[in-house]
């Protein structure tokens, strides 16, 4: 563990707690049209934003389970192997027929389930190697860190390029 890890299941619930509000807060006053007609430059509007999070946060209870983390996230093994730009990539390609209503739908839904999986487990779950429920893997860090990486973290981390999104279109 580093220091900026969470150091208890109460730490991990609150910050995936505090992000999520912080989250909900940003994209529920935006209009549907804010949420899908402007894009970066990648192309990418807040509602493809908001289905990449959906998407990933489907490999929490997959890791935690010890299932194929690839599988999970609708990937072949190969893309999940090239990483994340690839992963994304591919992830993206498949998501944008999505309507907002379902990818609204499917991210309250798969948080709120992440959410009640992670309340459930034991404490000292939290702190176990990823090895430890992949075995397969190298990685030996503590699976805090994936958790904490793919829910509280991600929801912050696109939080300003969703912003970035809004504030660039000119209508």
Do not use: C
């Not at 208890?8 to 006053?29: N, Q, R, Y």
């Not at 999505?98 to 487990?121: F, G, N, W, Y």
């Amino acid at each position: 563990m580093n220091d900026s890890d969470p150091k208890s299941k109460a730490d991990v619930l609150g910050a995936i707690d505090s992000a999520w509000t912080t989250l909900v807060s940003f994209f529920e006053p935006l209009t549907g049209a804010q949420m899908t007609v402007p894009t970066d430059a990648a192309g990418w509007s807040v509602k493809d934003h908001l289905v990449h999070l959906a998407v990933w946060l489907q490999a929490v209870p997959a890791l935690v389970e010890g299932r194929s983390l690839a599988a999970a996230l609708g990937v072949s093994e190969e893309t999940y192997r090239e990483g994340f730009d690839a992963v994304n990539a591919e992830l993206h390609r498949q998501t944008q027929h999505i309507a907002l209503d379902d990818v609204l739908r499917r991210l309250r839904d798969t948080h709120a389930s992440t959410r009640d999986l992670l309340e459930k487990m034991d404490e000292q779950d939290f702190f176990k190697p990823f090895n430890h429920f992949q075995p397969a893997s190298t990685r030996t860090y503590p699976i805090v860190r994936w958790i904490i990486g793919d829910t509280a973290e991600h929801y912050l981390e696109h939080i300003p390029w969703m912003r970035a999104i809004i504030e660039s279109d000119p209508g």
